[in-house]
């Protein structure tokens, strides 16, 4: 996967009809999609090809319940051009995201949803718009994050890891609390695992922060505040981002091509003046919390 690129203008104009429509006219799924079902789940890839040598894997993790819905479909309706251009043209020309979706293990259908490693616009959007936007949850202020990271820590192999020894990127997004482990008789139901036992939620993600760089975007405007970002504090340090989640493009673009050598002035500039994207960007030191790998 990720042997294909991003059209810049196909995909605006794409942004432009997704606008006139429906969350429900976007996202048409009502149970999980086959391309992201995790069941029996092997291993997703990104590996270098011809047309991108040097593979940067992001892993992007919506949380996909309550009003949390809302973040992919605006990603799908204004941002995600914005998104390419910022990392290809900052030094990441090799980008290759993966999109998943999270919900709650005890009470979600779907509380994993897993794409593939793409760097086209065709092939991400399709990933995307094919999330089912469950909008479950248990109500108990937790969600089940801990499922990218166990993904991305026993389910994804990448070049760029092997080959070079560099760490991919892995975003989740929402505005709950971590439940504390998954239980084994729900692994084998999510994952398809013949055997499985208990794992901890910070083993797993212990396991993860091997081979990626790890991060937590709480949503400002969701429904839960400080009392949900400081338990995430604790937990990531500066590896917690606290934002407006009309800033997560430009959070994670401004992260990634930094990582990569790129200036923060400049990426900003492009996340601002692009000839697709007309749209302010919050000033980097807004945000609550702000690290970038060197």
């Known amino acids: 996967m990720g042997g294909t690129v991003t059209d810049y203008t196909r995909s605006a104009s794409r942004e432009v009809e997704y606008r006139s429509m429906s969350r429900e006219q976007v996202f048409k ?5 086959d391309s992201l079902n995790p069941f029996k789940l092997k291993v997703r890839e990104a590996r270098d090809s011809d047309v991108h040598p040097n593979t ?14 809302n973040i992919p479909y605006k990603l799908a309706q204004e941002h995600f051009t914005k998104l390419m251009i910022a990392l290809i043209e900052n030094g990441v020309p090799d980008v290759t995201i993966c999109f998943c979706a999270v919900g709650d293990h005890y009470y979600d259908s779907a509380p994993l949803q897993v794409g593939q490693f793409e760097s086209g616009d065709i092939e991400l959007t ?25 993904f ?19 975003f989740t997004i929402g505005d709950e609390w971590n439940h504390p482990r998954v239980e084994s008789a729900k692994l084998k139901k999510i994952l398809g695992y013949p055997e499985a036992e208990d794992e901890a939620s910070v083993q797993l993600l212990k ?5 990626w760089n790890v991060y937590h975007i709480h949503c400002s405007d969701g429904t839960y505040g400080e009392d949900i970002s400081d338990k995430w504090k604790d937990l990531l340090g500066e590896n917690l981002f606290i934002l407006d989640s009309s800033k997560i493009v430009d959070l994670i673009a ?8 790129a200036s923060e002035v400049q990426v900003k500039e492009t996340l601002k003046n692009n000839s697709y994207v007309k749209e ?15």
Do not use: C
Not at 152 to 170: I, N, Q, S
């Open 207 to 211: 396991e993860a922060q091997q081979k």
């Open 280 to 294: 302010d960007i919050t000033k980097v030191e807004d945000y609550h919390t702000v690290s970038f790998i060197k």
């Open 254 to 261: 401004t992260t990634v091509a930094v990582s990569q050598g």
């Open 29 to 33: 799924a009502r149970e999980i999609h």
């Open 152 to 170: 991305a820590a026993r389910h994804t192999v990448t070049d760029a890891f092997e080959k070079r020894g560099k760490k991919g990127f892995l």
């Open 126 to 150: 399709n990933d995307l718009t094919n999330i089912w936007l469950e909008g479950g949850g248990g109500g108990q202020r937790m969600e089940s994050y801990m499922l990218p990271w166990l």
């Open 56 to 69: 940067v894997p992001v892993i992007v993790a919506f949380d996909v319940t309550g009003s949390m819905g």
